[in-house]
């Protein structure tokens, strides 16, 4: 069975640039979430989608936003990107049942 | 509010010294405590899941065990593959994290 794939592994982007994040979620699960990674702040929850509607949200400014399609497959937009967006994004799926299982994550670095 | 500690930040075992590595937490209604080992780079990789207060779980050298106010990832005669950030977790409609714990074992 496929794990969580995440794409693509690195991105490079420039300040006040926007940038697509894309999870494709283990096949059955319909709930995926977004978590970024900082070593200050550590993994943080930025929001969970589940059947195309968004079911929880951290606390991330607007500029941080996702999508979920009918194949639960989601994809995760940041907009006039801040250095401090500089990032590991973690896509992670489950059902209402299991644990979250993460994908390999996405290492944005905005300079 | 809901917090989830890690201790210690860093730990440093030889080849076959066993350990144990704690996390505290402080939520209302506990509903899981997860377990997660993460490599350099990589996304977190699932180990364990905890409900209740006296639950126990094993894989390989690793064993993880639960109180009503703390978890413990007990890892007996550790490898230099054991090296890696252990997270803990706990579920309130999403994943809180502690900061993990960072073990390096060495040959």
């Known amino acids: 069975k496929a794990g969580v794939t995440q794409t693509p592994r690195y991105l490079i982007k420039t300040r006040g640039q926007q940038v697509t994040l894309s999870c494709s979620p283990i096949?059955?699960?319909?709930?995926v979430s977004w978590y970024q990674q900082t070593p200050g702040q550590g993994l943080q929850f930025l929001f969970e989608?589940?059947?195309?509607?968004?079911?929880n949200k951290g606390n991330f400014p607007g500029r941080f936003s996702g999508r979920q399609f009918s194949n639960s497959r989601s994809e995760m937009n940041v907009s006039t990107l801040e250095l401090g967006d500089s990032a590991l994004y973690l896509c992670?799926?489950?059902?209402?049942?299991?644990?979250?299982?993460f994908g390999q994550g996405t290492r944005l670095t905005v300079v | 509010e809901d917090q989830v500690t890690q201790s210690p930040e860093a730990l440093r075992l030889q080849e076959g010294e066993s350990s144990s590595l704690n996390c505290s937490y402080t939520?209302?209604?506990?509903?899981?405590l997860f377990w997660y080992r993460q490599d350099p780079g990589k996304g977190p990789e699932f180990l364990f899941t905890?409900?209740?207060a006296g639950e126990e779980k094993e894989k390989e050298r690793l064993k993880a065990t639960l109180t009503k106010k703390e978890s413990f990832l007990h890892i007996t005669a550790p490898k230099p593959e054991d090296s890696a950030t252990y997270l803990c977790a706990v579920w309130r409609g999403k994943l809180i994290f502690g900061q993990g714990t960072e073990l390096s074992v060495k040959p």
């Open positions: 096949s059955g699960h319909r709930s």
């Open positions: 939520v209302s209604g506990l509903r899981g």
């Open positions: 989608y589940f059947s195309e509607t968004q079911r």
């Open positions: 905890l409900y209740s």
């Open positions: 992670a799926s489950r059902t209402e049942n299991t644990e979250a299982f």
